[in-house]
């Protein structure tokens, strides 16, 4: 006759073979005479601790997973920050700087040096020798005249110049300004600034050029203005002073 174990009996045992591997379980041997085998006690005691101890590493367990992707995202948080940004603009701007500095240095004439601005000021503007001959008077006036047509054209040029940039800048702070958007770290966004202010730099630069470049325009007419002025007042001195008078002589009229 088959023995039948009581149903809280059978439940117990399956709880207690789940936990078998884990947890100890308190057994109590029992000899029964005709055949030498092992009963499962069930003690409810034991068997909430044991539940309470699996549930509690189980909340351990987590908690070390959540720690776990936590740092791993930390990680690769740190990862996007230390991200450098693929894209450089250093090379157009220096393009359009170069360009720009190039207008500048074939300045016709009278150059931005100040040696070179001192020696012309001193030989053909300024004050005008009441000595000179009419042709180096003449010769003077043409090449103050020629300085200022020169200075008025280079300005031109570095006009024209700095606005040519202005498409290349345009199209340069689209990409910065994309990059920035979308930048995957911290690094990424600050070069990305960094570089929209050298652009801002190079904007800066030609708009000192185009300054320069009319005023250096502005002071040559003005120049030629006051040193023509100066010539004029020396040109009337000498129609004014009294020179020798009429000598009469003899003229022949007629073949006579």
């Known amino acids: 006759m088959t023995r039948r174990m009581h149903p809280i009996s059978r439940m117990a045992g399956a709880s207690m073979l789940a936990l078998a591997l884990a947890f100890p379980v308190t057994l109590t041997p029992i000899l029964t005479s005709p055949a030498h085998a092992w009963r499962i006690v069930y003690d409810p005691s034991n068997y909430a601790q044991n539940v309470l101890t699996a549930a ?32 450089s603009s250093l090379q157009q701007l220096q393009q359009n700087v170069s360009r720009t500095q190039q207008l500048l240095g074939e300045a016709q004439n009278l150059a931005y040096d100040v040696g070179q601005i001192d020696q012309a000021f001193q030989n053909q503007y300024g004050n005008v020798a009441l000595s000179s001959t009419d042709a180096q008077l003449v010769a003077d006036a043409r090449s103050r005249w020629e300085n200022t047509v020169g200075g008025l054209q280079d300005a031109m040029r570095v006009q024209a110049g700095v606005v040519g940039n202005i498409d290349a800048n345009r199209s340069e702070m689209t990409d910065l300004v994309s990059e920035s958007q979308n ?13 929209l202010l050298a652009l801002q730099s190079q904007q800066i630069s030609d708009l000192i050029a185009v300054v320069s470049a009319n005023g250096r325009a502005d002071a040559l007419s003005e120049a030629e203005r006051a040193t023509a002025a100066q010539q004029g007042r020396i040109q009337r001195e000498r129609f004014l002073t009294s020179g020798t008078g009429y000598q009469p002589g003899n003229a022949r009229m007629f073949n006579n």
């Not at 509690?56 to 230390?82: K, P, V, Y």
């Not at 930048?183 to 570089?195: C, D, F, I, K, P």
Request: aromatic share 0%; no cysteine; proline share 2%.
């Open 56 to 87: 509690r590493t189980l909340e351990q367990i987590n908690n070390q997973i959540t720690s776990l992707q936590n740092e791993a995202q930390m990680l690769i948080n740190q990862a996007r920050n230390l991200t450098s940004l693929p894209h």
């Open 183 to 195: 930048a995957v770290g911290a690094l990424q966004a600050t070069q990305a600034g960094n570089q």
